[in-house]
């Protein structure tokens, strides 16, 4: 199983970035789908999480700001990050829970810069 995240970029405080992730390989089935962070000096956190069905979990520093979604038929997950701000610089890893074991697949990130 393999994750490709794609989107990160440089942009200015208050702008707009959209992250994908598309998994790929032989999956039977995806369970939870998110996004996680890890700025520099700091712990990897959790950024949003969307279920099979669609429901969603977000960190409170990015609610009503980010939106998290996927589309199950290409096995891709999406963060719409909008109003940015300096301190959601980070790298950006996508995250799949997969098969009825609930094995986690990680990508290899995607930086994010937001400058003031």
């Known amino acids: 199983v393999q994750l490709q995240a794609s989107g990160g970029g440089l942009v200015r405080q208050g702008g707009s970035l959209r992250l994908s992730c598309a998994a790929s390989g032989s999956i039977f089935s995806i369970n939870a789908m998110g996004w996680y962070r890890q ?3 700091k ?3 959790l950024v949003a999480t969307i279920t099979t069905g669609g429901s969603t979990n977000y960190a409170d520093s990015v609610k009503g700001r ?3 979604s996927r589309d199950n038929a290409k096995k891709t997950v999406y963060l719409q990050m909008n109003s940015l701000k300096p301190e959601d610089t980070a ?3 996508c995250n799949a829970e997969v ?5 986690d697949y990680w990508g290899k990130g995607t930086q994010v ?3 003031s």
């Not at 098969?99 to 094995?103: A, R």
Request: hydrophobic share 35%; aromatic share 16%.
């Open 39 to 41: 700025a520099p000096g």
């Open 43 to 45: 712990q990897r956190e």
């Open 66 to 68: 980010f939106t998290i």
């Open 91 to 93: 790298v950006y890893y």
């Open 99 to 103: 098969g009825v074991n609930g094995v």
């Open 113 to 115: 810069t937001v400058s």
